[in-house]
Structures are given as structure tokens and as C-alpha cells.
């Protein structure tokens, strides 16, 4: 049996200061949100959650960096060490199983998250798709024709009175001419043509297009990029206790 150098009993150290730093925080956010009546500010739980996300990088990162050596080593208590009157500690580092609470905590979350997988937002299904885009192309048409196009202002504005609008342009507004004159000019060329100058003129039925839904191919989505599944809690809390 070999002997831990002093390279390797320093990583063990400063890992275990790494654990003890992480549990004093865990230990600080458990008592502020328990002691006080209402729960802390939005900024003091975002400093809690950052130290312990902190706390936890490091920790992986030392365990992925000395995984060689915690992978190998094992616990064997020298004669000399006091086991009655540390026997917790001795217990604590001979168990080779999690204890009980920590494994129902474990099962407790690997049930939160199978729970939050089932009932995530998936999108839209396949009906509902493609009444929205069989719905959408009509509602934009309808929307647009509510505006005057070629000008700064809208209906609205205009309607309300176009000197009582303020967007802070230097530039001077287009406003947009007016649909009585148009319709004038188009009246006075109706008028100036008669039947004996142009005869009898073929008339055209338009029938309003009605698409078939289920003609209608909508567009097609881009495929989804594959997702590496969740890691689960027992294998998150058994590399972060060994490593591997």
C-alpha cells in the first residue's frame, strides 16, 4: 500500500475546503429564506445562487483535474486514529453508499425533473399550424388595408390631427393625399368615355378565392437540432462525490 504524496494530500484538502465552502452557502441561503417572514430580494438570491454556482464549478473542475488520484485512493484508518471518539467521521468516510436522506432527496429531484420533461411546452401541433397559416396571410392583408401607404403618418394620426404628432425628426413628414381627389379624377375620366367610342365591352366574373385547407401545404419548419438529454441527479451528485 502506497502513501499519498504532498501534492496529492493538498488536492484532497483543498477539495474539502471547496465542500465546506459550498455547504456554508447552501447553509446561508437555507437560513435566510426560513428565518425571515417573507422571502429575501430578488438581488440576494441571485448573490446566493451565484456563489453556489461558483462553488460548484470549482468543485468539478478540481475533481475533473485530481480524478486520477480520487478515483484510486481508498479510506484506510491508521491505528492511531481515535474511532471512538470520532466514530461519526470514520463512519462517514468508510460508507460506501449515500445515506438514506440523501437518496430520497435524490429520487425526490430526479421526479421533479421527469415531471417538468413531460409536461414541457412541445410547440404547436400539426392542426394548429396550419390553421395559423391559413389564418395569417388574411389578417395581414386585412391589417394592411386599414393603412395609407406612401406617407409618415397613419389613419389614426391623421384623424387626430397630424400638427398634435411629435416624433422628434428634424426632417419634414410626408402626408398622404387625399382619397377625394383621387376618386374625382377618376369620376371625370369615366365620364369624358362613352359607349360609341369604345362599344360593347366583354365583362369578366371574379369568383373570391377560397383555398382548399387541405390542399394547402404550409411552410415547412426547420428541423429541430438533437438535444443532449438531462443529466439526472444521482449521477450529478456521484461525479461531484468521485469524480467520475
Known sequence: MTTLDSDQVRSLDQTRQLLLSLHTSLVALRSDISQNPQLPSWPALQTHANLI????????????KHRETFSSAVVNPLPQFPGKERAFIL??????KLEPSVEEWIEEGETVA???????????????RDALWQWAPGAANAEARKQKWGADYTLQEIQNGIENVKTGLLRELVEPPEDDDVDDDDEDE?????DDETGPVDKMDIEPLNPDPKSTSPA???PLLPRAPQMSMESMHKFMTTGR
Open 53 to 64: 454556482s461558483n462553488n460548484l464549478q470549482t468543485i468539478t473542475d478540481s475533481l475533473s
Open 91 to 96: 463512519e462517514t468516510l468508510l460508507r460506501t
Open 114 to 128: 421527469t415531471q417538468q420533461q413531460k409536461s414541457a411546452h412541445r410547440g404547436l401541433s400539426t392542426a394548429d
Open 190 to 194: 369615366y365620364d369624358e368615355v362613352t
Open 220 to 222: 415547412q419548419n426547420p
